[in-house]
């Protein structure tokens, strides 16, 4: 099945600065989210992003599908933003629709 | 709007016992996903209903069954608990008349002893 790496996997910032994302994978995709869970548990979908670029408000995204990956970008980071952050996609050959494979997610701690 | 909900948000069984977990969609959704979250990791599918019945499933043993009701609410049933089977239970729904974001419940925590 598809494969879906996350980096870095841990990642410590004071508030305001900006970081980003990675995730790769390693066949072509259909289909491409990126969640938050926040320290409570609860999964929020940021994008819906198979292709292309998305913006909104402090965040965006940009996936490159030929090159399989999409990068996160969170600017002017707030301790909300802290919680891990998953990619999730699904396709892939002979793959199936409707199966997101998650990856392990980058740990995001904002300090104040 | 209602996102979707999860019952009970807790649960604790002993090994051995069944369990049945349940999940509202989001109002205009068709189609749930369930997904079991062992801590640390990311949600694993374990297996997605529409139209009542199973579309997709992942890698789990046959003891994890399912079924989806008129109104689009499922249920998660899973008997002879192992100790591995404590986890997080995630639903999520969409709209399956395109590739729509997945929104998900807060999950329900099971605890085997």
């Known amino acids: 099945g598809i494969q879906v790496e996350q980096s870095p996997p841990d990642l410590i910032l004071q508030e305001g600065a900006n970081s980003t994302l990675r995730c790769n994978f390693s066949d072509s995709v259909n289909n491409l989210q990126w969640f938050h869970q926040n320290p409570w548990g609860q999964l929020i979908n940021l994008f819906y992003?198979?292709?292309g670029t998305k913006q909104n408000g402090r965040l965006s995204a940009t996936t490159v599908a030929t090159e399989r990956y999409s990068l996160l970008y969170i600017s002017s980071s707030q301790t909300t933003d802290s919680g891990v952050y998953f990619c999730?996609?699904?396709?892939?050959?002979?793959?199936?629709?409707?199966?997101?494979?998650f990856g392990k997610g980058t740990l995001l701690t904002v300090n104040p | 709007d209602a996102g979707v909900t999860q019952s009970p948000t807790h649960l604790i069984k002993t090994r051995g016992q069944q369990v049945t977990l349940r999940c509202s969609p989001k109002s205009g959704h068709d189609t749930v996903s369930w997904y079991q979250q062992a801590l640390g990791q990311g949600p694993q599918f374990i297996f997605q209903y529409y139209e009542e019945e199973e579309r997709q499933r992942g890698n789990f043993p046959d003891r994890f069954s399912g079924h989806q009701f008129p109104n689009y609410s499922s249920e998660l049933n899973v008997n002879a608990l192992l100790l591995g089977d404590s986890a997080l239970y995630l639903c999520?729904?969409?709209?399956?008349?395109?590739?729509?974001?997945?929104?998900f419940g807060n999950g329900t925590r099971l605890t085997v002893t």
């Open positions: 999730a996609v699904a396709g892939g050959s002979g793959g199936s629709n409707y199966k997101l494979t």
């Open positions: 992003i198979p292709s």
């Open positions: 999520a729904s969409s709209r399956t008349v395109s590739f729509s974001p997945l929104h």
